[in-house]
């Protein structure tokens, strides 16, 4: 029972979404159904947000609690997540679901801190602390990429010294110095990296990638839709 | 007869689209031809003829790595990529997983599985429970091994990098949709001294993993890798009708290529063109 209803939803679900794809939306309740079906989707993810809740609580009070090294950053964790969503569900104005109940305790003018309108709790923790997090993670991946690459392109034989001459001269192409200086040996040298490297061997390899992937990926859809692939349940 | 007072394309445009969506019609064919062929060779499969499946290195590392992480008493980690359940890749990656935690669970071996998406915290869990019962250590399972972590992608790779440099794991196993965060959490594990098995299918993060990994599925291998662990002849048989249809489609690309240099091509590519 455990393995058939799940193999019978994934056939049902997966034939109505092939089917819908090749009926017309305005005509059809079978076009439709594929959005329709992606919001479904939406919707029971909204509600597993929970699950994430939960387990972001426990994994990370159980750590404060046992005292394990790092701990700080589990509490830093713990306060964050609820710093961030209690003021943005608390209701703005006193009209608002909860508000009579809220603004008994708080004064009104406290309405323009909850919400997650401009001038909030939740609009200050974002601009001010979760975007620039986010931004110097994404910085530091030029640190990181340097690093990759010196490893990537030291010259051990062949096949890397043609991976270390491609990439330099890819990279050169890429910045205005670099082209003005290619430019210097030959005006067409530009177009030729262009033509050859990146919309010829990059572009030849990239499509023969995704066209792998593409087949690789209906191949595992058909074999969840058949029920022959039952892997994703642990099963198999 | 009010229509023919009317301009062409406003007659067009007032006249009911067709039921069924006849520009998508060589893709219907494609999938019939596609389903046709993966039945067939599943079938073959079943009656026992023997099929030879490439060797696939990352996956053969899958042990090993599971292996080195029990003798040095640390932790796999393996990261389901950061897309949502309804992502292909994302469900490879869980059947990946279910792989994955059965050789833990036959080691006894801490997984530690960060996550961020409940959907996907979800099915890792469930995942996880069904690897460590058929495996008979059911009694071991810790539901905490997955891990929601975070719901944005810089902050889970930071969460991710933090359980490396922390928890120092022995393996990690990344597998699904990366993005920019591969690199990032690929470098951190390879500065930790982690052997490190990736695989994804988007084509642009490979080179990240190619740099800063042991290993690495490429595209179609990291769909291939649950079937290809599970050496079920069934799956293998998919396996080799995904490796046909792989075929006919370079054997169409060199007739199309052929066609199109002699000006003759034209023809075909609009039967292949689907909107």
């Known amino acids: ?3 058939t209803v799940p193999v019978v939803i994934a056939f049902i679900s997966g034939m109505i979404m ?4 090749f009926f017309n939306p305005e005509r059809s309740f079978l076009g439709r159904v594929e959005e329709e079906v992606l919001q479904w989707v939406t919707i029971v993810g909204g509600f ?5 809740v939960v387990s972001i609580v426990r994994v990370n009070s159980k750590v404060v609690k046992q005292k394990k090294a790092g701990w700080i950053f589990n509490l830093a964790t713990l306060i964050s997540v609820f710093a961030m969503a209690i003021p943005s569900m608390l209701p703005v104005t006193k009209t608002s679901n909860l508000g009579s109940v809220i603004y008994s305790i708080f004064p009104e003018s406290w309405g323009s801190l909850f919400g997650t309108g401009t001038g909030s709790i939740y609009d200050w923790l974002f601009n001010y602390l979760d975007a620039p997090m986010m931004a110097t993670m994404f910085a530091m991946l030029a640190f990181y990429i ?8 030291r010259a051990r034989n062949a096949e890397a010294t043609l991976l270390l001459v491609t990439a330099v001269l890819v990279m050169l192409w890429r910045i205005p110095m670099g082209e003005a200086f290619l430019r210097l040996f030959s005006d067409n040298i530009p177009g030729y990296i262009n033509s050859y490297i990146m919309n010829g061997v990059n572009v030849a390899v990239q499509r023969g990638i995704i066209i792998g992937a593409a087949l690789g990926a209906a191949s595992m859809s058909l074999r969840i839709m058949l029920g022959i692939e039952r892997t994703y349940m642990g099963k198999g | 007869m009010l229509t023919l007072s009317l301009p062409f394309h406003e007659v067009t445009s007032q006249m009911p689209a067709p039921l069924f969506r006849l520009e998508r019609l060589p893709l219907l064919i494609f999938f019939l031809l596609f389903a046709t062929v993966i039945i067939l060779y599943i079938r073959w499969a079943k009656k026992g003829e023997s099929l030879f499946i490439r060797k696939i290195a990352g996956l053969e590392a899958i042990e090993e790595a599971v ?4 003798e040095m008493g640390k932790p796999v980690l393996f990261v389901p990529g950061i897309q949502e359940l309804d992502d292909m890749q994302t469900i490879a990656a869980v059947s990946i997983l279910g792989r994955v935690a059965r050789i833990t669970a036959q080691y006894e071996t801490q997984i530690i ?3 961020n998406y409940p959907l ?8 996880i429970e069904q690897a460590y ?7 071991s399972v810790n539901r905490d091994a997955v891990r929601y972590v975070a719901g944005e992608q810089m902050a889970l790779a930071a969460a991710i990098n933090g359980i490396i440099t922390r928890e120092r794991p022995a393996a990690n196993i990344l597998m699904g949709a990366f993005f920019a965060e591969s690199l990032l959490i690929a470098e951190t594990g390879y500065a930790a001294g982690s052997i490190q098995i990736a695989g994804t299918a988007e084509p642009e993060q490979l080179p990240f993993f190619i740099a800063s990994c042991d290993y690495t599925l490429m595209g179609e291998e990291l769909y291939a890798a649950s079937s290809y662990l599970s050496r079920e002849p069934v799956l293998l048989g998919g396996l080799k009708g995904l490796d046909f249809m792989k075929i006919f489609l370079v054997f169409l690309i060199i007739i199309g290529t052929v066609l199109m240099t002699i000006g003759a091509g034209d023809w075909l590519r609009s039967l292949l063109m689907a909107e």
């Open chain 1, 1 to 3: 029972m455990r393995t």
């Open chain 2, 67 to 70: 292996g080195r992480a029990t």
């Open chain 1, 18 to 21: 092939v089917v819908g794809f």
């Open chain 2, 113 to 115: 599985v960060p996550v």
């Open chain 1, 48 to 52: 597993t947000l929970l699950l994430g």
């Open chain 1, 146 to 153: 340097a690093s990759a690459a010196y490893r990537a392109f």
């Open chain 2, 133 to 139: 019962k058929e495996a008979g250590h059911d009694d």
């Open chain 2, 120 to 127: 996907v915290l979800a099915a890792s869990q469930e995942v």
